[in-house]
């Protein structure tokens, strides 16, 4: 009898523990999944508002930016002669000195080396740098600094989706909404369409923009082989 009852008394302590467990998990998880709810609507009421994936790719890319920089030592002279090259080249073009025959005049420069060589890294660096100078010299309106490195997101494959996904970025940072003709346009996947978006946001509000490994684009619409969608873009 007295082993009975211990019996009886360690299957009521289990089944009160297995119910107040279950209820504490289910509490959580209907928390979670209200926060998951709150990401996917407005990144959990950012303002101003931006759905949780388009936040979920930008944040991506500047915490890659943030992980490849760390990794680069060294060569500061490379870093200095880049940056001084793209203010140069800006300053050119602020006072119409730039080639009137250039199919890509809003591109200050390029990176090319071998695979392995620290190109991504020292990008990203550069990046930092352009950040860095935009703190100092223009305080009150500095622009933004956009990074992408193809082929690493859903969003960085294709010349449209890089497009649209930049194009998003501008439009949170800058609180802007698209123009009537426009506005119903923005999840096109006519490569013209977003083209044209991607021109009138940029010329809208200027921005600096970095992309790596173009060679991971694929090349539909010659996103890849002939950088299509930053041509004649000023």
């Given at each position: ?100 025959n250039n199919n890509f005049p809003s591109i200050n420069l390029a990176l090319i080396g071998k695979s392995g060589s620290g190109k991504t890294a020292a990008m990203s660096v ?109």
């Open positions: 009898n007295n082993y009975n009852n211990e019996d009886n008394k360690w299957k009521e302590h289990l089944l009160k523990w297995e119910t107040n467990t279950t209820k504490l998990l289910m509490n959580e998880l209907v928390k979670v999944e209200k926060l998951r709810f709150s990401w996917n609507k407005n990144s959990n009421g950012m303002t101003p508002s931006i759905n949780g994936k388009d936040m979920t790719e930008i944040l991506h890319h500047y915490e890659w930016a943030s992980i490849k920089a760390s990794s680069f030592y060294g060569r500061t002279d490379l870093i200095n002669q880049a940056v001084n090259k793209i203010l140069e080249n800006i300053n050119n073009k602020n006072n119409n000195n730039n080639n009137k550069i990046a930092n740098e352009i950040f860095l100078y935009e703190q100092k010299n223009n305080k009150k309106n500095p622009l933004p600094i956009i990074i992408r490195f193809c082929g690493t997101s859903e969003e960085s494959n294709t010349g449209i989706s890089l497009m649209r996904s930049i194009i998003k970025q501008l439009l949170y940072i800058y609180q802007l909404e698209l123009p009537y003709e426009h506005s119903n346009n923005i999840n096109s996947n006519d490569f013209h369409i977003i083209y044209k978006i991607f021109e009138w946001s940029l010329n809208v509000k200027p921005s600096w923009i970095f992309i790596d490994s173009l060679d991971q684009l694929v090349d539909n619409d010659l996103a890849r082989s002939e950088v299509s969608f930053l041509k004649n873009i000023k």
